[in-house]
Nanobody
Framework: QVHLVESGGGLVQAGGSLRLSCAASGRTFSSYNMGWFRQAPGKEREFVTT???????YYADSVKGRFTISRENAKNTVYLQMNSLQPEDTAVYYC???????????????????WGQGTQVTVSS
């Protein structure tokens, strides 16, 4: 069982930055693919970014060049640095873990088996 806890959300003006953190329990964090998703009111949960166990990253086109995912295995933590935030980035952001060994980092929500509770990010114009 893996427990994920996100933090770092908040209210920021357009053009600003936030850094989200996701702390994971368990001794096998380094073997997981980790992802960030977001869900705005009335919309489906959407892929933001993912990082593999060996540091390969993928990004949604909408955040490429503005967001950066990273991980610190010694602290069982994955980060999402968000720069140049825009009102359309407003959503609840979720951290997720894919515990399947040997799989490439997935982009579909149903490929992840553990989820955090989410943290709200609000960008004002």
């Amino acid at each position: 069982q893996v427990h994920l806890v996100e933090s770092g959300g908040g209210l920021v003006q357009a053009g600003g930055s936030l850094r989200l953190s996701c702390a994971a329990s368990g001794r096998t964090f380094s073997s997981y693919n980790m992802g960030w998703f977001r869900q705005a009111p009335g919309k489906e949960r959407e892929f933001v970014t993912t990082i593999s166990r060996n540091g390969i990253t993928y990004y949604a086109d909408s955040v490429k060049g503005r967001f950066t995912i990273s991980r610190e295995n010694a602290k069982n933590t994955v980060y999402l640095q968000m720069n140049s935030l825009q009102p359309e980035d407003t959503a609840v952001y979720y951290c997720a873990a894919d515990s399947r060994l040997g799989s490439p980092p997935p982009r579909r929500p149903n490929s992840y088996d553990y989820w955090g509770q989410g943290t709200q990010v609000t960008v004002s114009s």
